[in-house]
């Protein structure tokens, strides 16, 4: 069969879901039995998101194969089985950067290299490559219309749908439908609007996602299906709910899928979506709750910690708990002495990051952690960390620090392997993606993960130096998984604690609300034994 193709834009603001949007599309149609693929084109210029601040972009999301990429990537892996690789998020940087080289080479032939049809002829490459072997592919399109950024590639796939047969290929646009309280009344213009910028392109959208804050009624969807010349079974009303693992059900209750199906004459069998209708149960119906205070320096913007986040929440929906994010500015949190947070918490987590900027509020906060028997949980960053604690607090070495935070220390306990410090460009160019690890026999990372061998995926610079691990051997500290190719260390863990463990690696970027990371669970699991203590 050859590859079938759903092109997701978005209108009048960003910010609207269409990753989530894309996302549950998949997961609607991977329940009929189809193979799909989800690509996210990205209009900035830069080549990834690896150099971007978390605070302006959100999460970076890192790939098996070692890409840094769009946190919608996130999204697209959690909702679906979908494992995504570089080929699944360029930019137009990437594009350009290509094309660029190309000419350089003179492989145009002495030709005026322009935006059509060179840039466009490259994102149809890209795209194409990418979607090969699937029966589906979803590629979404970041921005807004309207965007003069966005413009090469809505006429990228505009020239695919011209390019491919009638039935291969349909365009799903997400809009907005406001509520506007001054004359109580949903408001479709900015929808009509949306839908005419595409239209002036030459792309008739096929399906409308309609995001609102309360139902639309008939009437409405006629009239927005009237100015929009789309079918009126094909005006999907995409309402907000407090749980986003409902939906792939909301959508499928729309008949999204359904028309989907139609339009691209895909054979498919009947879908079944129990497992979303559990999950969401779950999610609506906990049995308690449990605080988790997320210290770290990114918290102004939640985005920053996505997978951390869900891989939370996914570990909750496995145990029947809700779970609180509590989120603890580890800079204030020094500079202003205030510890009160820390009650408010039932276990810890020192999620990743660079920089020295609230490095102290952190140590503080793995100190308490550690003296007073709270769970805690290390992810990169976090490892780093709470290595320094154990060696300034615990063994007695007081200018133990990080070359990343003090270049000149004395007692660089984290420091860089010889290659990175060679490292002129700082994108791409850290330990990224799937490493494999050893873990000890019968420690707490191995009896978590049921076994000794795993591989998990890296974002980072900085490793522990291998010329203190007697030192933190012998003062307690035990090492309990390690990357043997490489002699790192991957795992860290404390046998007269609770739980107190901590990683080198992203385990957030393998959980799923199907399948929710062991240590994740497990972390959450022994953060709810500890509010029964404290109660």
Known sequence: MKTKFIFVTGGVVSSLGKGIAAASIGA?????????????????????????????HGEVFVTEDGYEADLDLGHYERYTNVITTRDSN????????TVIQKERRGEYLGKTVQVIPHITDQIKENIYKAAEGFDVALVEIGGTVGDIESLPFLEAIR????????????????????????????????TQHSVNKLREIGIQPDILICRTDRPLDEELRRKIALFTNVA????????????????PLNFHKEGLDSRVVEHLQLWAKRPNLQIWADI?????????????????????????????????????????????????????LHDTGDTSD???????????????????????????????????????????????????????????????????????????????????????????????????????????????????????????????????????????????DLDLVEVIELEDHPWFLAVQYHPEFKSKPIAPHPLFQSFVEAAYQNKGKKS
């Not at 609607?28 to 990834?48: H, Q």
């Not at 890296?458 to 007697?470: L, P």
Request: hydrophobic share 35%.
């Open 28 to 56: 609607t149609l991977e329940s009929r039995g189809l193979k799909l693929t989800i690509l996210k084109l990205d209009p900035y210029i830069n080549v990834d998101p690896g150099t971007m601040n978390p605070l302006q």
């Open 90 to 97: 360029f930019t137009t940087g990437q594009i350009y950067n």
């Open 159 to 190: 020239q695919i749908s011209h390019d491919l047969e009638r039935h291969q290929t349909m365009f799903i646009h997400l809009t907005l439908i406001p509520w506007i309280a001054a004359a109580e009344e949903l408001k479709t213009k900015p």
């Open 232 to 247: 009126y079974d094909s005006v999907i009303e995409a309402q907000d709910v407090e749980c986003v693992y409902a939906v």
């Open 280 to 332: 969401v149960d779950s999610y609506m119906n906990p049995k308690d709750e449990v605080t988790i205070g997320i210290i770290g320096k990114y918290t102004d913007l939640k985005d920053s910690y996505k997978s951390l986040n869900e891989a939370l929440i996914h570990a909750g929906i496995a145990l029947n708990l809700k779970v609180n994010l509590h989120y603890v500015d580890s800079e204030k």
């Open 342 to 484: 820390w009650a408010k918490c039932d276990g810890f987590l020192i999620p990743g990051g660079f920089g020295k900027r609230g490095i102290k509020g952190k140590i503080d906060s793995i100190q308490y952690a550690r003296e007073n028997k709270i769970p805690f949980f290390g992810i990169c960053l976090g490892l780093q960390v709470a290595i320094l604690e154990y060696a300034q607090n615990v063994l007695g070495i007081k200018n133990a620090d990080s070359t990343e935070f003090n270049p000149s220390t004395t007692e660089n306990i984290i420091d860089m392997m010889a290659e990175q410090k060679e490292v002129k460009n700082l994108g791409g160019t850290m330990r990224l993606g799937a490493f494999k690890a050893t873990l000890q026999k019968d420690s707490m990372a191995a009896k978590i993960y049921g076994k000794e061998e795993i591989s998990e995926r890296h974002r980072h610079r900085w490793e522990v130096n291998n010329k203190y691990i007697s030192a933190l051997e012998e003062g307690g500290l035990k090492i309990s998984g390690k990357n043997k």
